[in-house]
């Protein structure tokens, strides 16, 4: 497959959604229908907000002052983070990716194993200490998206002077085509912010996620239990931590270090194998094979063996990252 061919791909990927009403924000004893869609993996999950407050409006304890705005989503009681795509959320919170059949997974995501990703939303009583208000204008979402696109940008050419020069038509035509899923205007203005006439890639824009285990008793192979170094547990620690999320980020350039005693070959390119064992050794200790964990993007196990710098033009996100989630084998 061509590689334009897999951008579109990737652009056009979906997930279905089984979303409910949070039943202290209805005002009937039943529980309401559910808002079933057929979402895209690299949008986020506000702009459902006005669709959903409509659909349940009459079942909204007072919808005049819990407007579209005032809503956030939570999975199994755990509030997401808007400002992340929600293909990213699911692959890290729904527990059906990266595992085979064996593992107690389908083999697919939900969107190709028609099973849907169960959210509610909630509106009103918002989670302070959690996440970070939105505001009626849209004005917060946008402001989000934007300054991810500029610290991607500033990762991969050292400044954000791509997204920084942009023409107001252009910079609004980018947001409107993120919001309306709209492939053929978007990629015009994102392609040119990849790809800079005249400036070499000097890093790539990369962000590791690891969720962290809320069960009372994570089992040994969970990710925290591989990660440390220590073989005994804290007594202190609480029986049910609220579950989170470990972010790693490092600059990674898309060339590994030159071997100075032979500067005649040419530099090796940086993998998402080499990458790995560097940042998260203890789950990778092989830079080609998977031996404790897998590398999740858009729902698919990376191959180790791709360079980062064509996953990252090819197969990144709409704000120009590429934000990999981490399932352990088994």
Same mark, same amino acid.
């Given at each position: 497959m061509a590689l334009p061919a897999?951008?579109?791909?990737? &652009? #056009?990927?979906?997930?279905?959604?089984?979303?409910?009403?949070?039943?202290?924000?209805? %005002?009937?004893?039943?529980?309401?229908?559910?808002?079933?869609?057929?979402?895209?993996?690299?949008?986020?999950?506000? &702009?459902?907000?006005?669709?959903l407050h409509a659909f &349940?409006?009459?079942?909204?304890?007072?919808?005049?002052?819990?407007?579209?705005?005032? *809503?956030? &989503?939570?999975?199994? *009681?755990?509030p997401l983070k808007w400002q992340l795509p929600v293909g990213l959320l699911y692959d890290l919170f729904s527990g059906n990716v990266g595992k085979g059949r064996e593992e107690g997974g389908d083999g697919t995501d939900g969107a190709e194993g028609g099973r849907p990703w169960k959210l509610e939303v909630r509106f009103g009583d918002w989670p302070d200490d959690r996440l970070v208000r939105l505001d009626e204008a849209g004005l917060v979402l946008r402001d989000a998206f934007v300054n991810a696109v500029k610290e991607a940008d500033t990762v991969r050419y050292g400044n954000a002077n791509g997204m920084m020069t942009l023409s107001k038509e252009d910079s609004d035509q980018l947001w409107r085509a993120v919001q309306e899923h709209d492939f053929?205007?978007? #990629?015009?203005?994102?392609? %040119?912010?990849?790809?800079?006439? *005249?400036?070499?890639? %000097?890093?790539?824009?990369?962000?590791?996620?690891?969720?962290?285990?809320?069960?009372?008793?994570? $089992?040994? #192979?969970?990710?925290?239990?591989?990660?440390?170094?220590? $073989?005994? %547990?804290?007594?202190?620690?609480?029986?049910?931590? $609220?579950?989170?999320?470990?972010?790693?980020?490092?600059?990674?350039? $898309?060339?590994?270090t030159q071997n100075t005693r032979e500067p005649t070959h040419a530099p090796a390119l940086q993998t998402v194998g080499t990458t790995l064992h560097a940042l998260l050794p203890s789950l990778f200790p092989s830079r080609r094979h998977e031996v404790l964990a897998r590398a999740v993007l858009h729902g698919a196990v990376l191959p180790l063996g791709a360079p980062v710098e064509e996953v990252s033009r090819w197969a990144g996100y709409v704000d120009g990252w590429v934000y990999i989630g981490i399932v352990l084998i088994g």
């Open positions: 897999i951008r579109a791909l990737t &652009f #056009s990927g979906t997930l279905p959604l089984h979303i409910t009403l949070y039943p202290l924000s209805s %005002r009937a004893y039943d529980q309401t229908l559910p808002f079933l869609i057929q979402f895209p993996r690299l949008s986020y999950l506000p &702009f459902l907000l006005p669709q &349940f409006r009459t079942s909204l304890i007072d919808p005049d002052t819990t407007p579209p705005h005032t *809503g956030w &989503f939570a999975a199994e *009681g755990v053929q205007s978007f #990629s015009p203005i994102s392609t %040119r912010l990849l790809n800079r006439p *005249g400036v070499s890639t %000097r890093h790539i824009p990369i962000k590791i996620y690891l969720p962290t285990s809320s069960s009372p008793s994570p $089992p040994p #192979s969970s990710i925290s239990r591989a990660l440390t170094t220590s $073989p005994t %547990r804290s007594a202190s620690k609480p029986p049910n931590p $609220p579950p989170s999320l470990r972010v790693i980020h490092s600059l990674i350039p $898309p060339y590994l």
